[in-house]
């Protein structure tokens, strides 16, 4: 991507910043699919396919960017692959690490237990970057509710980590209307959430957070790091 090219997504990120401050998740989408045509990707976790709908109503056959860790839940690999099956217009694009499971336990041991921060890095990151380069913005489904880290998050922002503009069209939703719109339109959704897991990503490094606390609080559980270098 060439500097003019930077600067110019960068400039869309800011008036659309302020012009979208307080759009809908209809209206990110829709002027996110009118202004990136097939140059945007949806990141998804496949805890649920709230954001994978929206999205697939501003265009069908979006592409839908998940991160095969190689350390994810069997259901999140089964929610996954039941989103293929209800949303057959949409193109998965699995992410994976350089190195496969084995490789690189073989070579660092469980960076997960270690060093879990790189284990990060190397499996969730790095291919993330590799990816989102090939895309002039990407769509998540940050929410200010999430923690107190995201309290902040806007509906449009430039993303100067990864060098592209990011919309998180649901970033004001509650969870009210959160659970809401599952309930209204049955989206699928991850068996583990109804078994206590509010926020999920890879197994190791996942648990069910406590009665009353915010949902990331099952993510790394006893150490500091809230965030796996996706969002902050």
């Given at each position: 991507?060439?500097?003019?090219?930077?600067?110019?997504?960068?400039?869309?990120?800011?008036?659309?910043?302020?012009?979208?401050?307080?759009?809908?998740?209809?209206?990110?989408?829709?002027?996110?699919?009118?202004?990136?045509?097939?140059?945007?990707?949806?990141?998804?976790?496949?805890?649920?396919?709230?954001?994978?709908?929206?999205?697939?109503?501003?265009?069908?056959?979006?592409?839908?960017?998940?991160?095969?860790?190689?350390?994810?839940?069997?259901?999140?690999?089964?929610?996954?692959?039941?989103?293929?099956?209800?949303?057959?217009?949409?193109?998965?694009?699995?992410?994976?690490a350089e190195q496969s499971v084995a490789d690189q336990e073989a070579e660092f041991g469980l960076l997960n237990k270690t060093d879990p921060g790189r284990c990060c890095?190397?499996?969730?990151?790095?291919?993330?970057?590799?990816?989102?380069?090939?895309?002039?913005?990407?769509v998540t489904g940050v929410r200010r509710v999430d923690a107190p880290t995201r309290a902040d998050t806007p509906i449009v922002q430039w993303d100067d980590r990864n060098?592209?503009?990011?919309?998180?069209?649901?970033?004001?939703?509650?969870?009210?209307?959160?659970?809401?719109?599952?309930?209204?339109?049955?989206?699928?959704?991850?068996?583990?959430?109804?078994?206590?897991?509010?926020?999920?990503?890879?197994?190791?490094?996942?648990?069910?957070?406590?009665?009353?606390?915010?949902?990331?609080?099952?993510?790394?559980?006893?150490?500091?790091?809230?965030?796996?270098?996706?969002?902050?």
């Amino acid at each position: 991507m060439t500097q003019s090219t930077v600067d110019d997504l960068k400039s869309v990120a800011e008036a659309a910043s302020a012009a979208l401050a307080n759009a809908t998740a209809t209206e990110a989408l829709a002027w996110t699919a009118h202004t990136f045509g097939d140059s945007f990707i949806v990141a998804s976790n496949m805890q649920d396919a709230v954001l994978i709908d929206l999205a697939a109503q501003a265009k069908p056959d979006v592409d839908v960017l998940f991160l095969q860790t190689g350390y994810h839940f069997a259901e999140t690999i089964g929610t996954r692959d039941a989103v293929e099956a209800v949303y057959p217009s949409v193109r998965i694009v699995n992410a994976e690490a350089e190195q496969s499971v084995a490789d690189q336990e073989a070579e660092f041991g469980l960076l997960n237990k270690t060093d879990p921060g790189r284990c990060c890095h190397l499996r969730k990151v790095v291919p993330l970057q590799r990816t989102l380069a090939k895309y002039d913005a990407w769509v998540t489904g940050v929410r200010r509710v999430d923690a107190p880290t995201r309290a902040d998050t806007p509906i449009v922002q430039w993303d100067d980590r990864n060098g592209l503009v990011k919309v998180n069209p649901i970033a004001a939703w509650s969870d009210e209307e959160f659970d809401g719109y599952i309930a209204e339109h049955g989206i699928l959704q991850n068996p583990l959430v109804q078994e206590g897991y509010l926020s999920i990503g890879c197994a190791p490094c996942t648990a069910k957070p406590l009665p009353g606390s915010d949902p990331r609080s099952g993510r790394w559980a006893g150490l500091a790091k809230t965030e796996c270098g996706l969002h902050g």
